[in-house]
């Protein structure tokens, strides 16, 4: 049975224009409407770990986390490295969400286990079209292991 608060996607993004034009999109689409959206590397591993004192912590695995590389205090990169090595999130899809187009941040990301990285396009309507396909992909085609799923 699933819980009424169910987190579906967890989306580490710091920009405030950018994480407001992405759910706009899932939701536009009716691709998701259960998002929690952390906006500094520092929350997000709070979040996910339970490291800090806000108290707010993850109590459900998402279907899909979409993680920004710059963020604030803790960079996207060590964040999927510590997910990555975390049993419970390592069969979780990460979804690298990015303006970095710089082929070293790629071949790390991959390294670490990202399942996908995307360029941010600038246009607002490739922008949407982008998210469109991720949130059509990984939250209605892609097939997760039967154990993590919510």
């Known amino acids: 049975m699933e819980e009424v608060n169910h ?11 950018d994480s407001e034009l992405t759910l706009r999109s899932l ?3 009716k691709l998701a ?3 929690k959206v952390i906006d500094d590397g520092q929350k997000a591993v709070e979040y996910l770990f339970g490291d800090g004192q806000s108290g707010e912590s993850i109590t459900n695995i998402p279907k899909l986390i979409l993680l920004d590389l710059k963020l604030p205090k803790v960079s996207g990169l060590e964040i999927l490295e510590r997910m990555k090595k975390e049993p419970r999130f390592k069969d979780i899809p990460v979804v690298v969400l ?3 187009n710089e082929s070293i941040d790629i071949k790390k990301a991959y390294e670490l286990g990202a399942n996908s990285y995307i360029v941010k396009p600038v246009d607002f309507a490739k922008f949407t079209e982008a998210i469109q396909q991720v ?3 990984w939250l209605l085609l892609n097939q997760p292991p039967k154990n993590n799923i919510p």
């Not at 987190?7 to 224009?17: A, G, K, P, R, T």
């Open 27 to 29: 939701r536009k689409y």
């Open 7 to 17: 987190i579906e996607v967890v989306f580490i993004e710091d920009s405030l224009e």
């Open 135 to 137: 949130g059509m992909y």
């Open 98 to 100: 990015t303006s970095s």
């Open 33 to 35: 409407n259960r998002l």
